[in-house]
């Protein structure tokens, strides 16, 4: 009975171990968002660009914060779907998938990040996108490019497989897509945030 008892609390402290280590980023955030709360983050201000040179070019996003989150991060914007490419650019940041449209432009735009990493992912953004679950309806997204300020309020949230990702081109609205696998630590599924650019944006 005392060798049953010995065993059983190894066996808990191994299986602890594991878990922690291949979770570790994913607790981390989680205890750090529930007992630290989300900091004020500093964000640039626009540089007051004419707005007639404005219309004539397009933007593209260079840094997305989620301040109810606590997440500043790059976006990388991708030339390329091949997975290969896709990762190394992930662990530059958050990537703007090819043929997404300009921030500017009513269509369609999908960022997508990591939600899990193991400890020696070499990136720094392995779990960027741990806590997207926590975003609910009317949170605000903010999108920056060339000190543009771009605001974004999620409209919804859902869970699909990755067979189901198609986002259709939007005709009347600038849209966009959060997107990260789900659940942690797996590529079974992926969580899809929608978001919709705020109307007071100024081109």
Same mark, same amino acid.
């Given at each position: ?16 171990a ?10 981390? *955030? ?11 983050? *500093?964000?640039? #201000? ?11 070019? #397009?933007?593209?996003? =260079?840094?997305?914060?989620?301040? !109810? ?10 030339? !390329?779907?091949n ?17 997404? !449209? ?5 269509? /369609? ?5 990591h ?35 771009? /605001?974004?309020?999620? /409209? ?7 067979? =189901? ?7 009347d *609205?600038?849209?966009?897509?959060l ?6 630590? /797996? *590529? ?16």
């Amino acid at each position: 009975m005392k060798e049953i008892i010995i065993f059983l609390i190894f066996f808990l402290i191994i299986f602890s171990a594991s878990i922690f280590i291949f979770n570790g980023r994913f607790i981390y *955030a989680q205890i750090k968002y529930s007992f630290l709360g989300a900091p004020l983050i *500093a964000t640039p #201000n626009s540089n007051g660009l004419d707005s007639t040179k404005q219309q004539k070019e #397009n933007f593209y996003p =260079d840094k997305l914060i989620i301040s !109810s989150l606590n997440i500043e991060v790059p976006v990388v914007i991708t030339e !390329s779907n091949n997975e290969v490419y896709l990762q190394k650019a992930l662990e530059k940041g958050v990537i703007y998938l090819p043929g997404s !449209s300009a921030l500017n432009e009513k269509g /369609t735009a999908v960022i997508m990040g990591h939600s899990s990493a193991y400890p020696w992912y070499e990136g720094q953004y392995g779990s960027i996108f741990a806590l997207l679950n926590k975003l609910n309806i009317n949170d605000e997204i903010t999108i920056f490019s060339k000190n543009k300020k771009f /605001t974004y309020y999620v /409209t919804d949230k859902q869970i699909k497989a990755p067979k =189901d990702l198609v986002f259709e081109t939007q005709k009347d *609205a600038v849209v966009l897509y959060l997107v990260s696998c789900w659940p942690i630590n /797996t *590529a079974w599924k992926r969580i899809v945030i929608k978001t919709i650019q705020a109307l007071d944006n100024n081109y």
